[in-house]
């Protein structure tokens, strides 16, 4: 792909992750608090409800007081992501379906990082529209089996379940195992083992570095991040 595709990519990138923003600012609230749109601080409405877009700096326009992911951060990491799954190489649907998991990733991502959830509103659609994207890959005749990656969701999602179980990690995440099942198993089942696995290793490198670094055990760890990140980079890495 030319240096050109693959910035006109990140750009679509960036779209996504101002989409992003707001959502995850209107999400970041404990279970079962319902969406906000008022800043927190003063209670301006920040959110209108017919364009629901909120400043890229960070802050309330109305306080100044810092609201929602900071500055450019969602759109960053966004354009990263769409960046190396164009770089990936891969096309048709199955990238459409890299592209909606990364999109959905970034938002689930900071919500998680904000208050330890990842709801429903968002696991639900990334796993749906997910399935649905492979399954067009799949009559289109793009190499991959769908039935693998149905399969793979199952398994994923079951074992994920039985860690919840255990209190290793929460519901939202066996919520959203199914998208990232499905992505990985189009490939292959040992794409499904080392992308499920990465988000454990990316997890345990990045709170054993914290707690060398001399910062207090977090109580809760929020996995999705970590889960998102390891299986679109093995998911990038097979195409």
């Known amino acids: 792909m030319s240096a050109l595709s693959v910035a006109l990519t990140a750009v679509v990138g960036v779209l996504a992750g101002a989409a992003a923003r707001p959502v995850a600012f209107a999400r970041s609230v404990p279970a079962p608090a319902p969406a906000r749109g008022d800043c927190p601080h003063c209670g301006r409405a920040v959110l209108g409800r017919r364009l629901p877009v909120l400043p890229v700096s960070g802050r309330c326009p109305g306080c100044a007081q810092a609201i929602g992911p900071r500055a450019l951060v969602p759109e960053a990491v966004a354009a990263v992501a769409f960046a190396a799954i164009a770089l990936g190489g891969a096309s048709g ?6 592209y909606w998991v990364a999109a959905c990733g970034v938002a689930l991502a900071l919500i998680d990082l904000a208050v330890q959830r990842l709801p429903d509103v968002l696991t639900l659609p990334a796993c749906v529209v997910t399935l649905i994207l492979l399954t067009a890959a799949a009559l289109a005749g793009e190499p991959g089996s769908l039935g693998r990656a149905a399969a793979a969701a199952a398994v994923l999602t079951a074992a994920f379940l039985l860690l919840a179980l255990t209190g290793a990690m929460g519901l939202g ?3 959203f195992a199914p998208a990232i099942g499905a992505l990985l198993g189009w490939s292959s089942w040992t794409v499904l083992f080392w ?9 345990a490198v990045t709170e054993g570095t914290r707690l060398a670094a001399g910062r207090p055990r977090s109580a809760h760890v929020s996995f999705g991040p970590y889960m998102v990140t390891g299986a679109l980079a093995l998911s990038i890495a097979a195409a």
């Open 195 to 203: 992308g499920a696995a990465a988000g454990f290793v990316l997890g």
């Open 93 to 98: 649907w199955f990238a459409a379906a890299q």
């Open 173 to 175: 995440d066996v919520k």
